[in-house]
C-alpha cells in the first residue's frame, strides 16, 4: 500500500514537471520563466520585494495582477503587497496624482508620457528608495508595468532607471479578418477566437490572455470582423456578443471596433436603399450607433472597405467614398468614435493599371472628409506582396490622416508555414521618403501625424492570430504580433532591437542562441523575396488561395487578378514598365521619388520590375545579364533557406523540444517550397528567355508541366 503511494506520488511529480516544462507557445513572449543568471537574479530580487499598489480600478488590477504573475515567475519567489515601503525592495505603481505619488518632481516627465505613455524612475517615496511605475492614466501605468517586466524579462540592468516613453501613433490597431461562423478570410492558425456561438454567456480564458498579449504591446484597438463585412454583427444579438468582449478587454485598454458593412440599413434595416444622402439611410446609421454605444459606451467606431471586389458602397449611388465615409462619422462624431475607410479599392471595370486606382479614387478627395475620418493605406500599391514600393498616397493627401494597414497573416509570405519576420519590411516602408515636404518627409511621419499636424494617427495590423494553440501557426509568427505592437509604438525602434527583445522574451537570454537566431530572422524576409518574387516581381502566386507559384496563370475572370498581367514576360524581357512611356503609374509619386525610379540605371534592383520591363540580357551592378541574375536571386534564396534550417537544427540544446521541433518540420516544409517557386518560376521564365540557366546553379527536379499541373484543391 505504502510503496503504491510512493509511486503515485512519484508519477504525479513526474507529471507535473513534464507539463512545468512543456511549452507549446500558448504564453507567447510572457512566459515569465525564473530568470537563469543567478546573479542576475539575485540583484533583481533584492530590488523587488514589495509592491505597493495606489488605486483599485480594473485597469490599476490588471496592472497589478500581472505584475505579480510575471515578477512571481521570474524571480521564482512570492511578492509581497504592502501599504507603505519598506527600507528596500519597493516599486510602487499607481497615477501620479495618487497620494503617495502626487508630490514627485517629475512634472516635464509627465508631459512626455502624454496621455498613455508611462515612467519608470528610481526615487525615493516616504524617505525610502522606490522603484516608481507611474504615468498620467491608469493605462499608461498598465503599459509601464508591462515594460518594467520586459527589462526584468531581457536581462536589462536596473541600478539606475530613468525611462519615459510614449507611443507615436494614437491607434494601434489589430485587424482580425474574422467571420461570423469562425472561418478567418486568410487566416493560417485555425479558426477565430471569437466563439460567437457561446457569447456572451461563455468568456474563454484566452479573450484575457489575447488582451494581455496586445496590451504588453501597446495595442489599443482591436477590429473584431472581417472587412468583407456581415451586417448581422451590428443586430442587437451580436452586438451583446461584442459588448462581452469588450469587457474583457476595457481593462486592458483595448478599445473594440467593427466593420460596418455599407448595405447594412437594407440587409438588417429593412430599407430600400443604403445611399449615403438619403435622409432615412442617415437616420438609421445614427440610431444604430447609439444603439451600439448602449452596448458598448467605449466603442472605438468602424472600419469600412467599400467599392472593393464586390462589396457594397458609396459609389453604387453614385456618390464618393468621402459621401459614404462622412454620413457614417457624422452618425459616430457625437460619441467620439472614429471611421477607418479603406483605400484598398478596385472597381468592377479592370483599370489600365491597377497600381493606379486608389491614388485616382481618393487623391481628389483629400480635405473632403470629416474630422473623425482616417484613411487606411495598405503598405504598397498592389496587396502585401513579399516587397512593394511604399503606396503613392502617403506623399498625396496632406488633409487627411493615413492609417497605415500592414498585413501579419501571411497571405502572400508562406502562409504561416514560412519563417518570415516582417519588422524589415515595415520598416522598410516606413523609411520610405516620399518628398511630400521636401526630403525626409518619411511614411512614418505621414503616418503618426507629424508631417502634416493631424492629432489622429494609426496603425492597422491584419492580424495573423487564430485559436491554434499557439496563436499564429508558426511559432515565429508570433514575431510579427509583437513587431507590430512594438512599431505602432515607436517606429523608431529597429527591427534588430524587436528582433533582440522577441527573442530573449520568447525563447531564451543565451547569446549563443540569440545571435544566430536574430541573424537568420533578420535575413528570412529577403531571403523569402529571393525564392518568391525577387528583382521586383509581384503577384505570380497561384490564383484564388494565393498558394504556391504559378506565374503562367492567365483564366482570372479579369485582367489584374492574372500573374500575366503583372510580370509582362516575352522574348524580349520582364516586367511592368510603370514609366511615361508604359502605364505611367510613377507620376502619383513626388517628382523626386518618380526620377529615381523612372530611371533604369538609378532604379533600385530589388524595384526594377515594378517599374521597368527589363530586357533578359540588360547588364545589373553584379556584372550579371538579368536573365542571370534572377537564376541566381532565386537560387540564392533557396541556399539561405537551407542555411536556416542547419542553423536551427544545431540549436536543440537552447529550445525545449516542443517547439524545438515544431519550427524544424515548417523550415523543412518552406525549404521544399522555397525549392518549388525557384524551379518553377525559373522553368516559365525561361520559355520566354530562352537563355540556358547558370551551371552552378541546381537543376531543376520536375518539368513546367509538372509544376503546372500542380492542384491544391483545399488550400487555405
Ligand atoms: O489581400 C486581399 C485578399 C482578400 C482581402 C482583400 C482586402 C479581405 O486576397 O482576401 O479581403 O485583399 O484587403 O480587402
Not at 471586389?309 to 462619422?329: C, I
Not at 502617403?394 to 514560412?418: C, I, V
Amino acid at each position: 500500500m505504502k510503496k503504491n503511494l510512493v509511486i503515485i506520488a512519484l508519477l504525479l511529480c513526474s507529471f507535473h514537471s513534464f507539463f512545468a516544462f512543456a511549452e507549446d507557445g500558448y504564453d507567447l513572449w510572457l512566459r515569465y520563466k525564473t530568470i537563469e543568471n543567478k546573479t542576475l537574479l539575485n540583484t533583481y530580487k533584492q530590488a523587488v520585494s514589495n509592491i505597493i499598489v495606489e488605486g483599485n480600478s480594473p485597469v490599476i488590477n490588471a496592472a497589478k495582477e500581472e505584475l505579480q504573475r510575471g515578477l512571481e515567475g521570474l524571480l521564482g519567489k512570492k511578492i509581497s503587497f504592502a501599504s507603505t515601503p519598506a527600507y528596500t525592495g519597493n516599486v510602487i505603481i499607481g497615477t501620479a496624482s495618487s497620494p503617495k505619488l502626487k508630490g514627485l518632481n517629475i512634472r516635464n516627465k509627465l508631459i512626455e508620457a502624454g496621455e498613455e505613455g508611462f515612467i519608470i524612475i528610481k526615487t525615493t517615496v516616504q524617505n525610502k528608495p522606490c522603484i516608481v511605475i507611474t504615468a498620467n492614466s491608469e493605462k499608461g501605468v498598465l503599459y509601464g508595468c508591462f515594460s518594467f517586466l520586459q527589462l526584468l524579462q531581457t536581462n536589462k540592468n536596473i541600478q539606475s532607471l530613468e525611462i519615459v516613453s510614449s507611443p507615436l501613433m494614437k491607434l494601434r490597431i489589430l485587424n482580425h479578418w474574422d467571420n461570423l461562423n469562425r472561418t478567418v478570410e486568410r487566416g493560417y492558425a485555425g479558426f477565430s477566437l471569437w466563439k460567437w456561438h457561446l457569447l456572451p454567456s461563455y468568456i474563454d480564458p484566452r479573450y484575457k490572455d489575447y488582451a494581455r498579449a496586445n496590451a504588453s504591446v501597446g495595442i489599443n484597438g482591436v477590429v473584431l470582423t472581417n472587412v468583407n463585412a456581415s451586417a448581422t454583427v451590428l443586430t442587437p444579438m451580436y452586438l451583446e456578443k461584442v459588448a462581452a468582449l469588450a469587457n474583457v478587454f476595457r481593462p486592458y485598454g483595448i478599445k473594440v471596433y467593427l466593420t460596418a458593412r455599407f448595405s447594412a440599413p437594407i440587409e438588417i434595416g429593412g430599407l430600400t436603399t443604403a445611399d449615403p444622402l438619403d435622409e432615412n439611410v442617415k437616420r438609421w446609421w445614427k440610431n444604430k450607433v447609439s444603439e451600439i454605444y448602449k452596448f458598448i459606451p467605449d466603442f472605438g467606431g468602424f472600419l469600412v472597405k467599400a467599392n472593393s471586389e464586390g462589396q457594397p458602397g458609396p459609389q453604387d449611388y453614385n456618390r464618393s467614398h468621402a459621401d459614404g465615409a462622412n454620413m457614417l462619422a457624422d452618425a459616430l462624431a457625437p460619441h467620439n468614435g472614429i471611421v477607418m475607410w479603406r483605400a484598398f479599392v478596385y472597381s468592377h471595370e479592370a483599370p489600365d493599371d491597377r497600381f493606379k486606382q486608389a491614388y485616382n479614387e481618393f487623391e481628389p478627395l483629400d480635405g473632403k472628409f470629416r474630422e473623425n475620418v482616417m484613411v487606411q493605406v495598405k503598405n504598397g500599391p498592389i496587396d502585401f506582396q513579399p516587397r512593394e514600393p511604399f503606396h503613392p498616397l502617403f506623399g498625396a493627401m496632406p488633409k487627411t490622416p493615413l492609417m497605415m494597414e500592414f498585413q501579419l497573416t501571411q497571405e502572400y509570405l508562406g502562409f504561416s508555414t514560412h519563417l518570415v519576420y516582417e519588422a524589415p519590411l515595415f520598416k522598410e516602408v516606413l523609411n520610405a521618403d516620399t518628398y511630400a515636404k521636401g526630403k525626409g518627409s518619411y511614411v512614418s511621419k505621414v503616418i503618426d501625424g507629424s508631417l502634416n499636424n493631424h492629432s489622429l494617427s494609426g496603425m492597422a495590423g491584419v492580424a495573423n492570430i487564430g485559436d491554434d494553440r499557439n496563436w499564429c501557426g508558426h511559432p515565429f509568427a508570433q514575431a510579427n504580433w509583437f513587431a507590430f505592437g512594438r512599431l505602432a509604438w515607436n517606429h523608431h525602434l529597429t527591427e534588430n532591437e524587436i528582433a533582440d527583445e522577441w527573442i530573449r522574451m520568447t525563447f531564451s537570454n543565451n547569446e549563443k542562441f540569440i545571435s544566430p537566431v536574430k541573424q537568420f530572422m533578420l535575413q528570412s524576409r529577403e531571403t523569402l523575396v529571393n525564392y518568391m518574387t525577387p528583382l521586383g516581381l509581384h503577384h505570380i502566386m497561384g490564383y484564388n488561395h494565393h498558394y504556391g507559384p504559378a506565374p503562367w496563370y492567365n483564366e482570372a475572370p479579369r485582367a489584374d487578378w492574372n500573374p500575366v498581367y503583372f510580370h509582362k514576360a516575352d522574348t524580349i524581357g520582364i516586367g511592368f514598365d510603370r514609366t511615361a512611356k508604359g502605364s505611367n503609374a510613377l507620376a502619383q509619386y513626388k517628382p523626386e521619388v518618380q526620377s529615381i525610379f523612372e530611371n533604369i540605371k538609378t532604379c533600385p534592383e530589388e524595384f526594377l520590375l515594378w517599374f521597368h520591363h527589363v530586357p533578359w540580357q540588360y547588364r545589373l551592378s553584379s556584372g550579371n545579364t538579368f536573365w542571370n541574375e534572377l537564376c541566381y536571386k532565386y537560387n540564392e534564396g533557396v541556399t539561405n533557406v537551407r542555411k536556416m534550417e542547419k542553423t536551427w537544427n544545431g540549436l536543440t540544446a537552447y529550445v525545449d523540444k516542443e517547439r524545438f521541433n515544431h519550427v524544424k518540420t515548417y523550415l523543412h516544409i518552406q525549404e521544399q517550397e522555397a525549392v518549388w517557386w525557384k524551379n518553377a518560376c525559373l522553368l516559365y521564365f525561361q520559355t520566354f528567355s530562352r537563355l540556358p540557366v547558370p551551371n552552378d546553379i541546381e537543376k531543376p527536379d520536375h518539368t513546367l508541366e509538372y509544376y503546372k499541373a500542380l492542384e491544391f484543391p483545399f488550400a487555405p
